[in-house]
């Protein structure tokens, strides 16, 4: 039997404030919202949730994750660990994408697609890229299109790397053809098929990205750029892009190092595009979970090295609301709606009638996590988790809240 759960005077932001709602939540489907919902038949199962004092919104979209780890510039010991679901859930991530980075030899997209099958088997959504860094892209199929058309996790294609030492320094028309293969594959296979583009410190910046779409049918919305805050170049270089049609991604796990060298944090990087004038939608953040953090000299020699968090995710839609006065709503669309409609995932990131029912309540005076619903299931209940991955220790899984 279906589980059903009625979630009672929530202030609910869908992301857009719809005011203080009842929902009601029936198998993995939002059902109904409107004002005081009662179910007449009560014969039926249900969970009845209170909502009041707190705010309910959609699970968060996190648009880049490394399932399966990272890393590896230091040598194999530096390779960063895999993702658990709780690492997840905890930071109210409801849907996740999976990617491989700089290492795509031991670490590989038959590893992905495992890891991503696994922790939609233990409750979240999960969808992954096709690709790494370098370009020829490493694919399944031996075809971009034909990865894209053929195996229903894979929605796009990257994170392919420019602007950085540890990229392929692709041409072009490499770019191009990645771009091509990734829209077609994507309109055949009715999914976003957009390039996860991982942009690094070099001169170039998002010239690259500008200089592919110029002269051909291409438009800058086939590429979604992240680590857009790494330093102040790059973040106007972005806005740059924004204001010529683009959405540009934030990344939000970062290091003191990073932030002491001229990185722009994820939630001032957010308040600072929406004072410049970008839309919501074409603004996102994603926690580059479980990536490695590697920290470089002036030579490019490897001298210090950590490891993205999920969380930061949360910690960042805090800092952005709470300490730098960025609109809710605004700061929540970042984290679910805009990246929702990037990727081609239209039953995520809002609370609409028919949608998945993913969605969170938070505590409305600090922010923190109270409970985590993903396809319907209650994953984390006073900001503690009750489901959790094969191989975790309940124990060791709780937060505040």
């Known amino acids: 039997m279906e589980q059903i759960i009625l979630i009672k005077g929530a202030n609910v932001f869908a992301p857009n404030t719809l005011g203080i709602k009842d929902v009601l939540i029936a198998g993995c489907r939002i059902a109904a919202i409107s004002d005081n919902l009662v179910l007449n038949n009560t014969n039926l199962p249900i969970t009845v949730l209170d909502g009041s004092d707190k705010l309910l919104v959609p699970g968060f979209v996190d648009s880049l994750v490394h399932y399966i ?37 031991t670490r590989t997209l038959t590893n992905l697609l495992a890891k991503a099958h696994a922790l939609e088997t233990e409750g979240i959504s999960t969808y992954c890229h096709t690709g790494s860094y370098e370009i020829p892209c490493r694919t399944l199929t031996g075809n971009i299109t034909d990865d894209l058309i053929l195996i229903d996790k894979i929605i796009g294609v990257g994170e392919i790397a420019i602007s950085d030492h540890r990229s392929s320094q692709p041409t072009i028309a490499e770019i191009r053809k990645v771009a091509a293969a990734a829209r077609v594959g994507g309109m055949l296979a009715g999914k976003g098929g957009i390039v996860s583009v991982h942009v690094g410190s070099g001169a170039s910046l998002l010239q690259p990205l500008f200089d592919a779409v110029n002269g051909s049918e291409l438009t800058l919305k086939q590429f979604y750029p992240t680590h857009i805050n790494r330093n102040e170049a790059l973040f106007q270089a972005g806005l740059d892009f924004a204001r010529a049609g683009g959405v540009i991604d934030f990344t939000t796990s970062t290091t003191d190092y990073d932030i002491q060298h001229g990185e722009v944090a994820a939630a001032v990087a957010l308040s600072r595009a929406l004072q410049a004038g970008i839309s919501p939608m074409q603004l996102t953040m994603s926690s580059d979970g479980n990536a490695s953090l590697p920290v470089y000299n002036v030579q490019g020699e490897l001298i210090g090295l950590e490891v993205g968090k ?47 029912a993913d969605m969170l309540l938070l505590n409305r005076q600090d922010l923190s996590l109270h409970t985590v619903i993903a396809k319907g299931k209650t994953l984390v209940s006073n900001g503690k988790a009750t489901v959790f991955g094969t191989f975790e220790k309940p124990q060791h899984c709780a937060t505040g809240g």
């Open 69 to 105: 780890g990272g890393g590896g510039e230091g040598g194999f010991a530096t390779r960063t660990p895999e993702m658990q679901l709780t690492d997840a859930t905890l930071a109210g991530v409801t849907t996740a994408i999976g990617v491989l980075g700089t290492d795509a030899t």
């Open 310 to 356: 999920v969380s930061s995710l949360l910690a960042a839609l805090q800092t952005a609301v709470l300490d730098l006065n960025v609109n809710f709503a605004d700061a929540l669309t970042s984290i679910t709606a805009a990246p929702a409609q990037v990727l081609g995932l239209k039953h995520k990131g809002q609370l609409t009638v028919g949608k998945d």
